[in-house]
């Protein structure tokens, strides 16, 4: 089982990235896909939630409104598209999965991780 993430960068405040989470290796039809992101510093923190059988999604409240999840099922593909970056969102980005939402934090799969540094 393997989650590849990518699509991290560099970019100024009030740009745009998306990231992608290739998933492979088993059928991930039942499970939660996750966003954290870690700081140097701090703690990992969760950012972005979705099941990939009915696709609701979650949020944290810091990315509410300017962050989106969303899945390619003939992709086997997440992405996170983030809009109006700030430098607060500067962080290293992993995605994650699990069969239970409430497991994310300690999810069975994650990807290596990517940048993402915003410049102010």
């Known amino acids: 089982v393997q989650l590849q993430a990518s699509g991290g960068g560099l970019v100024q405040a009030g740009g745009s990235l998306r990231l992608s989470c290739a998933a492979s290796g088993r059928t991930f039809s039942s499970y939660v896909m996750g966003w954290f992101r870690q700081a140097p510093g701090k703690e990992r923190e969760f950012v972005a939630g979705?099941?990939?059988?009915?696709?609701?999604?979650y949020y944290a409240d810091s990315v509410k409104g300017r962050f989106t999840i969303s899945r390619d099922n003939a992709k086997n593909t997440v992405y996170l598209q983030m809009n109006s970056l700030k430098p607060e969102d500067t962080a290293v980005y992993y995605c994650?999965?699990?069969?239970?939402?409430?497991?994310?934090?300690?999810?069975?799969?994650w990807g290596q991780g990517t940048q993402v540094t915003v410049s102010s």
């Open positions: 979705i099941s990939w059988s009915s696709g609701s999604t």
């Open positions: 994650a999965a699990d069969l239970d939402f409430k497991r994310l934090e300690i999810a069975d799969y």
